[in-house]
């Protein structure tokens, strides 16, 4: 039975406003023009160079710098492979003639009075212009480059933002090896020999996603002989039956930051998504946009896709030969009924995988600034199911235990039973006055918080709601540091609850 993805009226557009397009253009062999001889110009006009192109300069004096970088880029008898493009000076102004056949048009004007005829030049000649400083006559822009040719990364911010394109740059550097410019251009070389070998669909995907979990797994460039045994993996790729397999994934509490680097990269090459209702529209944003997204939610109290069709779906589109992405709030392996699916996948011969996710529990902890565990106060941590499947408080946990004093306990899914956890916990002996925490949605913009104490939970679970995920904590380690709304600490008994 397959499951049906009911719409989703808040969620985002697949794409949303983009201040300007970013484009990425050949300018191999193409004339560029390039006014003005100062060193801003020559900024530009040493980038088009490295792009191939053929720059013009028209300038009656050049600055010392943009001289010696004429100079030093003159092609040898050997070539000039620093430089793969040439620079011709012209020692004038420019003229209207200049724009003939140019692909580009870049000046630097010293008022607006000059800028405006430049711009009204070249857009008479239907060249895209750009007047270096002075956005008003500019078509393009320049964004900040993190440069591993033929892997070319550029950062803009429309104009608003230099400094931080800069340190957005500055980042990025840190993340990308040096030695991906040479895997790039070993898939440059092995491109057209792979797409010969294997044509497009799973296979084909799941051999450049080897390549590149290889490329990202050292910071050394390929070994001799990488691309013979690249193609011969492709070969036996090519060779080997048609088989899928399922990741279940964990999304965490909602933050999509708060994903691991494993999980983005399982998003992104799944061919079907098939998530919990409580997996946030920023999470999914990360997937691949091909990917086909199926909502298999099950809240509860609410009407919910059966387990056994959510099994049966699985196994349909992997033995299809799909990578199949099962999408689950928090960590797959904490209340996420992970094991049933795993037991039916292995049944069924199913290749699964697990990838993990900040359970909730930790995301309330790090939001709070509250340790679960702290040596003079709880010694261990629980996670708990706040109800059975009955709806009722669950009959086969050992409250006595639960009830102990150094122990913090965290209760999952227990919103509607919070009256009930508290009244077992006091008659079990644990003191009216422990410090107890109520938090729904946690990580995400609608969180909201409440401290107060065991005693006065139905208090705080009257104030929070219910009808979001809820997470109830109860132990005198919360009484350590209790966060108020304005970010003050109080003590646990001055209950608030904060939006």
Known sequence: MDVVQPPRNDSPARMEPLAKLPVFWSLQGKRVVIAGGSDAAAWKAELLAACGAEVHVYAED??????????????????????????????????AAVFTDAALAIANCEDDGA???FFNAARGAGVPVNVIDKPAYCQFQFGSIVNRSPVVVAISTDGAAPILAQAIRRRIETLLPRSLKSWAELAQSLRERVNEKLLPGPRRRAFWEGFVDRAFATIATPEEG??????????????????????????????????????????????VILFDDLVSDDVLELARREARRMLVGKRGGRESCRQEDINATMVKLAKAGKRVVRLKSGDPM?????????????????????????????????????????????????????HSRHGGLPTDVDWRSVADPRTTTVFYMGGRTAA????????????????????????????????????????????????????????????????????????????????
């Open 62 to 95: 050049l600055a010392e710098g943009f001289a010696a970088l004429i100079a030093a880029s003159a092609p040898t008898d050997g070539g000039n492979e620093v430089c793969p493009g040439r620079y011709v000076h012209h020692p004038h102004t420019w003229h």
């Open 115 to 117: 800028a405006r005829d």
């Open 226 to 271: 990488a691309g013979g045994a690249l193609l011969a993996d492709a070969e036996r790729l090519a060779e080997a039956p048609a088989t899928g397999r399922v990741t279940l994934v964990g999304a965490g509490p909602g933050d999509a930051e708060l994903l691991t680097l494993k999980a983005v990269r399982a998003l992104q090459a799944a061919d």
């Open 334 to 386: 904490i209340f996420g009924r992970a094991g049933e699916e795993i037991a039916h996948l292995d049944r069924e011969n199913i290749a699964v995988d697990v990838i993990p996710g900040i359970t909730a529990a930790s995301a309330m902890a790090s939001r709070l600034g509250i340790s679960l565990t702290h040596r003079d106060h709880a010694q261990s941590v629980r996670f708990i199911t706040g």
């Open 420 to 499: 009930l956890i508290a009244d077992r916990l006091i008659a079990e002996g644990l003191p009216p006055v422990t410090a107890a925490i109520v938090i729904s949605d946690v990580s995400r913009p609608c969180e909201r918080k409440w401290s107060g104490t065991l005693a006065s939970l139905s208090d705080g679970i009257a104030e929070i709601g219910y009808d979001n995920p809820v997470l109830i904590a109860v132990g005198s380690a919360l009484a350590a540091r209790t966060i108020a709304g304005d970010g003050q600490v109080e003590p646990p008994a001055q209950a608030r609850a904060t939006g």
